[in-house]
């Protein structure tokens, strides 16, 4: 009733744009996206008042809720307040910010580390706190947005390789200015896809074309490498990665995001970059569950351990349902069904049995491989796989 008191006719072209669009009617009519949740309980959470399963989380070991990480939360947010009143360039600094970047550092094998408010700033900043003007950036072309806007705002020339594709990779840097300065950017782990990125082939490329290398690696912390250690990690390159930033709100229980490199890299970053420079410094809270994640994630391997069997029991039920999972290799595992149409009653099932998954649909996913995005959590238990079991095979047989 209020809304409709006060809403009133569109009186300029913006705002005639924002009352007509037709992709935000067809959003809210079929409610795709931006679910409201009432309550979230390890791997269950309550929308509009039915318990789901919940079969789309980021946060892959579940460490969001775990006893130390929201005891580490607490504390701070009695010790420190809510906020940091500023950005870290002027008032906004705090010791709870270097204890974060030391650890992170040590943890990824880097000299130096910068966290930042959200891993969509970070990765943002990882293009523009070194690209500028006149440099050359060859991308992986399904790239997370976060980066490609970091590319828009640089200014350098951007060359869009095929995914996870090295050959092409190559071919387009034999055709460029050899003389031009060079950024290679790729993912660890392709979000959408569930790929694990070519990194020895690429950084092999990279050294023979005098290359600085950028990885997002905001789902291979935590899932990959030794103690969850990386993608860089996970291949032994760690040392030959220049720059590898990533999220705290993946494995890391928290909020935030972080860019590691070597230390005059990361100075250089906190000089150039507007991102990290302008924005406000990330929470005590948030800093500290962060903190508490990695003292759990080095102190109890069987997060780790029970995220990969749950990723290979969950691989062999959609493998004999027949399901295309694009070849993942990680635990985030999308169920390409290749028609919009499809896959949203292949979503909307799921929903109606009570499991919570993510439709995506061109131009988020390549024409042709509209999907339902999945993602397996270590805490994921016997009993919410017999839930997802039935889901799935329901849906399946709608198809």
């Known amino acids: 009733m209020i809304r409709s008191v006060f809403k009133k006719k569109a009186s300029n072209p913006i705002l005639k744009r924002c009352a007509n669009d037709d992709h935000t009617r067809l959003r809210k009519r079929y409610e795709l996206w931006y679910h409201i949740l009432e309550d979230q309980r390890g791997t269950r959470v309550t929308m509009d008042g039915k318990e789901m399963v919940m079969l789309a989380s980021n946060e892959y070991l579940g460490l969001y809720d775990h006893p130390k990480v929201v005891e580490a939360g607490q504390k701070a ?97 034999e055709e460029l200015d050899p003389s031009a300065s060079k950024i290679i950017a790729i993912e660890g782990v392709y979000s959408m896809e569930g790929h694990i990125g070519k990194l020895p082939e690429i950084l092999d490329i990279a050294h023979q074309y005098e290359c600085f290398t950028v990885m997002d690696d905001a789902h291979g912390i935590g899932v990959l490498g030794k103690q969850g250690r990386g993608t860089a990690n996970h291949f032994g390159l760690t040392d030959r990665v220049d720059i590898i930033a990533g999220s705290l709100s993946k494995s890391l229980g928290s909020t935030g995001g972080f860019v590691a490199g070597d230390e005059a890299a990361i100075e250089y970053l906190r000089t150039r970059s507007k991102q990290v420079i302008f924005s406000a410094a990330l929470s005590p809270c948030q800093a500290a569950c962060a903190m508490a994640a990695l003292d759990v994630i080095e102190s109890e391997p069987e997060w780790l351990e029970r995220l990969w069997s749950n990723t290979r029991r969950y691989k062999a039920l959609l493998d004999e349902l027949g399901l295309d999972t694009w070849e993942s290799e990680t635990p985030a595992i999308p169920i390409i069904i290749g028609n919009r149409e499809k896959a949203y009653y292949f979503w909307k099932n799921l929903c109606d049995k009570g499991v919570f998954t993510i439709f995506a649909t061109a131009p988020g996913v390549p024409p042709g491989k509209d999907l339902v995005r999945t993602a397996v959590s270590a805490r994921h238990t016997d009993a919410d796989f017999e839930i997802i079991e039935t889901a799935l095979r329901y849906a399946a047989s709608k198809i």
């Open 77 to 173: 947010l009695a010790k420190w307040g809510a906020g940091t009143m500023g950005a870290r360039s002027a008032n906004g600094g705090r010791s709870f910010h270097t204890d974060l970047e030391e650890r992170l550092a040590n943890f990824l094998g880097k000299e130096a580390c910068h966290v930042s408010s959200a891993g969509y700033l970070s990765c943002m900043s990882s293009i523009t706190g070194f690209a500028q003007r006149g440099d050359i950036v060859l991308v992986d072309k399904n790239m997370h947005s976060s980066v490609w806007d970091g590319i828009r705002l640089s200014m350098a020339d951007v060359e869009r390789f095929s995914h996870n594709n090295p050959d092409h990779l190559r071919s387009l840097l």
